[in-house]
């Protein structure tokens, strides 16, 4: 199984800051037909997760351009820029190139 | 607008079969895929298997002798299926279209 290794596992940051979170994959997330497969997802406390970015980069509807992803191949990276109170929660990496799917452990943001 | 909503027992014992199903809106299932993941209380997400718009189904290999996913498209519903379940099968179990969209989860608990 391909393994997700999100970092850090937690981090508090006052409103207005940004933020960057790391995912890394045991293996390419390249699928064959040259695209890859890499998300990342909100899960505010006591919601269902929600998608915010997709295909690495991607910002998912009605997202806002405050959230952006970036990377390639096994390196991946969620930055939040000017954070907001409605930020809090736990963010998950996914990868949806090789089964099975799997998730990064998550990475909980909390507001000073 | 697109929705998805979880169904199910709540409370299943020990060795016996949960059957869960998936009430879908807004979308035909023969133009979207279907996944199911699970959620262990305070824990992070696990992938357990999709059914595709064509009908095909994958499994994550680690449950994949106990799940079995199929669905009713006349009744825009996706079940699961899942037997000899055992304490640690306890947790919210979601489906979602594509990662895009998500239920809202349903608490099972396996308990005598």
């Known amino acids: 199984d391909v393994v997700m290794t999100q970092t850090p596992p937690s981090l508090s940051v006052a409103i207005g800051q940004s933020v960057s979170i790391s995912c890394k994959s045991s293996?390419?997330?390249?699928?064959?037909?040259?695209?890859?497969?890499l998300h990342w997802l909100l899960q505010s406390p006591g919601r269902s997760p929600k998608r915010l970015i997709y295909?690495?980069?991607n910002l998912g509807s009605g997202v806002p351009d405050r959230f952006s992803g970036t990377g390639s191949q096994k390196d991946f990276t969620l930055k939040i820029s000017r954070v907001e109170a409605e930020d809090l929660g736990v963010y998950y990496c996914?990868?949806?190139?090789?089964?099975?799917?799997?998730f990064g452990s998550g990475t909980k943001l909390e507001i000073k | 607008q697109v929705q998805l909503k979880e169904s199910g027992p709540g409370l299943v014992q020990p060795s016996q079969t949960l059957s869960l199903t998936c009430t879908v809106s807004g979308f035909s299932l023969t133009s979207y895929n279907v996944h199911w993941v699970r959620q262990p209380p305070g824990k992070g997400l696990e992938w357990m298997g999709v059914?595709?718009?064509?009908?095909?189904?994958d499994y994550n290999s680690a449950l994949k002798p106990r799940l079995s996913i199929s669905r009713d498209t006349s009744k825009s519903q996706v079940f699961l299926t899942m037997n000899s379940l055992q304490t640690e099968d306890t947790g919210i179990y979601y489906c979602?279209?594509?990662?895009?969209?998500w239920g809202q989860g349903t608490l099972v608990t396996v308990s005598s």
């Open positions: 979602n279209r594509g990662f895009a969209y």
């Open positions: 996914a990868q949806t190139t090789h089964f099975p799917f799997t």
């Open positions: 295909q690495v980069s």
């Open positions: 293996q390419s997330l390249v699928y064959s037909d040259g695209k890859t497969y």
């Open positions: 059914i595709w718009s064509g009908g095909n189904t």
